[in-house]
């Protein structure tokens, strides 16, 4: 399979704190996109890092790639209760001539008041 | 406004009946794709369309499934003699036709159970 795993499966933090979850991935990629995704909803995109980048912030989000690794984690700091979701990494295999979205698992994130 | 559209956003039916979801991708955006998402788990791609030629399909996509983008506009999934399994989100996304950009936009899913 080539389905990528997030980790942790699910996380509890305080308001405030800062979330870290982390994706796993199985191909080469040329980009890796991050999605939210609340409860009985669609994905929102967040954030979007290219094999040739490996940092990338947007507001309160930091996204690291590592392409040695195959691997990718995405940082909320200053953690607010809105930011209850499920968060997945999704990705277009490489060299498949696909467009594809290949996700991870989800994360979710529950951040307490 | 001008986001990924999804209608109906929940059915139920009852097994052996046949549904139809219907996707409107947002404006100009040439790609379009279907994805099915069960409970815990992330999105599974279904089937993708580039106007209106249908150029990829997943194993997951058995007979009784069938998809359209007939005008290269608007997309209809539709599951003939639906089965207890086949209760699950169908998520709509679409993408722009351009080679920088490669986010695919998400609808709000249509929920699907099947009883």
């Known amino acids: 399979s080539q389905q990528g795993e997030e980790d942790p499966q699910a996380l509890s933090i305080q308001e405030g704190e800062n979330a870290t979850m982390n994706c796993s991935y199985k191909?080469?990629?040329?980009?890796l996109q991050w999605y939210r995704q609340n409860s009985g909803r669609g994905l929102v995109h967040l954030i979007l890092i290219r094999s040739n980048e490996r940092e990338k912030h947007s507001g309160r989000l930091r996204v690291t790639l590592d392409t040695s690794k195959k691997s990718s984690s995405l940082l909320i700091t200053a953690s607010r209760a809105a930011d209850t979701a499920s968060y997945f990494c999704g990705y277009p295999p490489l060299g498949t001539g696909t467009y594809k979205y290949i996700f991870g698992t989800g994360t979710r994130l529950k951040v307490l008041a | 406004d001008t986001g990924v559209s999804q209608d109906p956003r929940h059915k139920i039916t009852k097994r052996g009946q046949n549904v139809t979801f219907r996707c409107d991708p947002i404006s100009e955006h040439n790609r379009l794709y279907w994805y099915r998402q069960t409970l815990g788990q992330g999105p599974e791609f279904l089937t993708y369309f580039q106007n209106e030629a249908q150029l990829e399909k997943s194993r997951l996509l058995s007979d009784r499934f069938s998809a359209e983008r007939p005008k290269g506009s608007f997309s209809t999934l539709e599951i003939q003699r639906t089965e207890q399994g086949d209760s699950a989100m169908y998520l709509c996304a679409s993408s722009p036709d351009r080679v920088s950009t490669d986010t695919q936009y998400f609808g709000p899913g249509t929920r699907l159970t099947v009883l």
């Open positions: 191909t080469s990629i040329n980009n």
